[in-house]
T-cell receptor
Framework: AQSVTQPDIHITVSEGASLELRCNYSYGATPYLFWYVQSPGQGLQLLLKYFSGDTLVQGIKGFEAEFKRSQSSFNLRKPSVHWSDAAEYFCAVAANTGNQFYFGTGTSLTVIP | KAGVTQTPRYLIKTRGQQVTLSCSPISGHRSVSWYQQTPGQGLQFLFEYFSETQRNKGNFPGRFSGRQFSNSRSEMNVSTLELGDSALYLC?????????????FGQGTRLTVV
């Protein structure tokens, strides 16, 4: 069965510091992986996605993620965090039928000045 | 273009009542999915509709149902509300129902059951 694990419930970083959010997945075939961000009271916005090809994918807002099949990971990174990046981040894998997503439990990011 | 629109944004209902939530997908999108978001369970898939047909269903009781109309607008209904149904209900629309198609989420309907 498909599943996604985000080990870090909450992360605090200083503005300007680098960021890495961890995501591990369990999936039988080649996964379709996504990172979404949710600001308070809002829906989810897609940051980036990985289907195949280059394992380092670039997204919006300066985010990137690297797919590592050997580690079953899809970690999200940003070299320099801005205060506006404070939000909840969700990693997700698409199921093998239709367009159903399995989400991780999310990582809440706090950015301190 | 307009995004995914969910109405109403906030709703307060009493235990035992029923509720209907509405989702208007992005124009041209034919796939609509629903998710329940709670602090304890996170984001859980409810069901997906494509061309008025339910394609997938999550592990929720029969009190949760949905439908999709010919214009792709979707509604979900929860009958005999329980306190545990309090959640943010998110709707997502996609152009097609193919695996991995980008999904666009609405802002959600915050349902509170008292």
């Amino acid at each position: 069965a498909q599943s996604v694990t985000q080990p870090d419930i909450h992360i605090t970083v200083s503005e300007g510091a680098s960021l890495e959010l961890r995501c591990n997945y369990s999936y039988g075939a080649t996964p379709y992986l996504f990172w979404y961000v949710q600001s308070p009271g809002q829906g989810l916005q897609l940051l980036l996605k990985y289907f195949s090809g280059d394992t380092l994918v670039q997204g919006i807002k300066g985010f990137e993620a690297e797919f590592k099949r050997s580690q079953s990971s899809f970690n999200l990174r940003k070299p320099s965090v801005h205060w506006s990046d404070a939000a909840e981040y969700f990693c997700a894998v698409a199921a093998n039928t239709g367009n159903q997503f399995y989400f991780g439990t999310g990582t809440s990011l706090t950015v301190i000045p | 273009k307009a995004g995914v629109t969910q109405t109403p944004r906030y709703l307060i209902k009493t235990r035992g009542q029923q509720v209907t939530l509405s989702c208007s997908p992005i124009s041209g999108h034919r796939s609509v999915s629903w998710y329940q978001q709670t602090p304890g369970q996170g984001l859980q898939f409810l069901f997906e509709y494509f061309s008025e047909t339910q394609r997938n269903k999550g592990n929720f009781p029969g009190r949760f149902s949905g439908r999709q109309f010919s214009n792709s607008r979707s509604e979900m209904n929860v009958s005999t509300l329980e306190l545990g149904d309090s959640a943010l209900y998110l709707c997502a629309s996609s152009l097609i129902d193919r695996l991995g198609t980008e999904a666009f989420f609405g802002q959600g309907t915050r349902l509170t059951v008292v």
